[in-house]
């Protein structure tokens, strides 16, 4: 899941360094209170080990 997003977070990324907030992605998601709060994010289609 991780690089098929790498593009919305260099965006995101970019609007944080230059205005203090991201405005074009919703980045709450991500927030690093959510290991703490049990809410880890999970893709859709996870890959597996056969």
Do not use: N, Q
């Not at 997003?5 to 405005?23: F, N, Q």
């Not at 290991?35 to 999970?42: H, L």
Request: aromatic content about 10%; overall charge neutral.
């Amino acid at each position: 899941m991780g690089f098929k997003i790498s593009p919305a977070i260099g965006l995101v990324m970019s609007e944080l360094l230059l205005d203090g907030r991201g405005k074009t992605v919703d980045i709450s998601s991500f927030c690093p209170g959510r290991f703490a709060s049990g809410k880890p994010i999970k893709a859709e289609f996870e890959y597996k080990d056969d």
